[in-house]
């Protein structure tokens, strides 16, 4: 991509590929990515600010939002989603929450079909009449 560049400082016919193409693979110092570089381990999805730690949660948050996706109400679903679908100390064992919120987290997500049978049930009879 830079074969062939010649800066009008260095004169015409000078030879800078080599060393625009260096400064370009190398990054900057004091960037980001030479950080990432520099820290062992596995490269993170979301890096953070700090070398070696995921982004944080408000960062996150805050990017997620720009870009139109509630984290609330999708943190919200996913939680009543799981509390359907399983019982509260293993709820609360998987996520880290206390156990009495677990409970509330299944007693909020808990289907209760009494009420709506019992309404259907009402409807159906006042519509045969």
């Known amino acids: 991509m830079l074969a062939g ?8 016919g000078a030879p ?3 060393l625009l193409h260096q400064l370009a693979e190398e990054p900057l110092p004091g960037s980001r990515a030479l950080f990432a570089q520099a820290t062992p381990g596995p490269r993170l999805l979301f890096p953070g600010l700090v ?3 995921p982004i944080s949660t408000h960062a ?3 990017k997620l ?3 139109g996706i509630s984290v609330r109400a999708a943190r919200n679903f996913a939680l009543a ?20 919120t677990a409970i509330r987290w299944v007693a909020y997500a808990r289907r209760d079909w ?3 049978l ?4 009402e409807d159906q009879q006042e519509g045969r009449r």
Do not use: C, F, W
């Open 5 to 12: 560049v010649v800066l009008p400082v260095l004169g015409p």
């Open 16 to 18: 800078t590929s080599g």
């Open 51 to 53: 070398p070696g730690k």
């Open 60 to 62: 996150m948050t805050q």
């Open 65 to 67: 939002n720009r870009h």
């Open 81 to 100: 989603a799981l509390a359907a679908d399983l019982p509260s100390p293993i709820l609360a064992d998987l996520t880290g929450m206390h156990r009495h």
């Open 114 to 116: 009494a009420e709506y």
């Open 118 to 121: 019992a309404a259907r049930a």
